[in-house]
């Protein structure tokens, strides 16, 4: 019966689902148009499956809107001296939910804002060592203040965690 019990509290909390719903009252309430619009700078760290850094990063984003539509302009640098970009194009297509494109990204990103968090999920084309993997990414982003947001972006394939990317955004100053 013991073992039964322990099976079944795992089986529960197995079950559970971080909802985007849960964070509507927090505060402040991200608007992406008002965070995703000018300059930002960010520093990152990527984590493998144990919770070691494997890399870190900086990044350069300019942003901007021209109607429904965002352009995200990405710049990275990498701890091991390589660089990289990524373009995405942000749309909004309904009362908080968007859609984004990106070179490297299969398909279309579908994300969902509430209080103070966005929600941003897609299949990317990451290149490892010179061989490409789709990997799965849910990126959850948190508004801190009007010029913060932190993402904290999981990785996996076929179920498998990777790691972990972590990112602090400032639109107002370099960290």
Not at 67 to 87: C, N, W
Not at 146 to 155: G, Q
Request: hydrophobic share 40%; charged share 30%.
């Amino acid at each position: 019966m013991r073992i039964f019990c322990i099976f079944f509290l795992l089986l529960l909390s197995s079950c559970t689902d971080h909802s985007i719903k849960s964070y509507s009252g927090e505060e402040p309430k991200i608007n992406l148009r008002e965070f995703f619009n000018g300059d930002i700078y960010a520093l990152g760290i990527v984590q493998d499956r144990s919770g070691q850094v494997i890399k870190r990063f900086k990044v350069d984003i300019k942003a901007s809107w021209k109607g429904d539509k965002a352009l995200l302009d990405e710049k990275f640098v990498y701890s091991d001296g390589t660089e990289s970009s990524r373009i995405w194009e942000l749309k909004e297509v309904g009362r908080s939910k968007y859609e984004g494109r990106a070179d490297d990204v299969i398909g279309i990103a579908n994300g969902e804002t509430a209080g103070n968090v966005f929600y941003f999920v897609y299949d990317l084309d990451l290149l490892v060592d010179d061989t490409t993997y789709k990997v799965n990414f849910e990126d959850w982003m948190y508004l801190l203040d009007k010029n913060t947001l932190l993402a904290r972006s999981y990785m996996n394939k076929w179920g498998f965690d990777l790691g972990e990317v972590t990112i602090v955004m400032n639109k107002k100053e370099r960290i």
